[in-house]
């Protein structure tokens, strides 16, 4: 598999994500069923009352929106001199959160806020390193080849916990109780997700069900 991010400090399993994204789950949606969808804008709009932690030290989370480079929707960054992470949105990510319409780009943008979360908690030690570069070696860091294994990759490590946070392993459990047999179209109308994303979640919650949910691994 091709991977596209930077190396992280640790290999995750998909186990060890999910368990992840239900703790932060727990804390930044609290109230919300885990079979029920996350907000976008309101969840957006109170990451500032969180923070992560690196070593002994907290550090604050904040949220801007600006105008990105062209094709980026959403970063992670820290802050060197308010030494926070920023979570941006570009405008365009912004207003399809706030519009929910149409369905399509609410996904996406939900799925890209998600995402950075994923950056903001799993990576905090690299955004904080990213920070002290010379913008022209982080450029050439984002251009390099990357060796590493799929699982020690930065993005692929995000998009597994956007994924988890947005569709918990215990949510798509509850939802089967409750419906039955589960189907793309089902998760995709209950979590708000693209059909897309269903399939994948779906298809990897069958392969790894005992996993996901705790059972092993």
């Not at 992670?76 to 949105?89: F, G, M, N, S, V």
């Not at 080849?145 to 692929?156: L, P, S």
Request: proline letters at 4%.
């Amino acid at each position: 598999m091709k991977v596209h991010g930077y190396r992280a400090g640790q290999p995750l399993s998909y186990g060890k994500i999910e368990r992840a994204a239900e703790h932060v789950r727990s804390i930044i949606a609290a109230g919300v069923a885990v079979n029920e969808p996350l907000p976008g804008i309101a969840l957006f709009e109170s990451l500032d009352q969180h923070w992560v932690s690196l070593g002994r030290k907290n550090i604050a989370i904040s949220y801007a929106v600006e105008d990105l480079q062209r094709g980026v929707e959403a970063q992670a960054r820290y802050d060197t001199d308010r030494k926070e992470i920023e979570i941006c949105l570009s405008r365009p990510t912004y207003e399809a959160l706030e519009r929910e319409y149409p369905a399509s780009r609410y996904a996406r943008a939900k799925f890209s806020l998600y995402h950075e979360i994923g950056h903001t908690v799993l990576h905090t030690d690299k955004l904080v390193e990213l920070s002290t570069m010379p913008h022209h070696r982080a450029a050439l860091l984002r251009g390099e080849k990357r060796n590493h294994e799929v699982f020690m990759d930065t993005e692929w490590q995000a998009n597994a916990f956007a994924a988890a946070l947005q569709v918990p392993a215990h949510g798509l459990r509850l939802l089967e109780e409750e419906i039955g047999e589960l189907s793309p179209e089902l998760i995709m109308q209950r979590f708000r997700i693209s059909r897309a994303a269903a399939d994948v979640r779906l298809k990897l919650f069958l392969e790894r069900r005992a996993q996901l949910l705790g059972r092993r691994g």
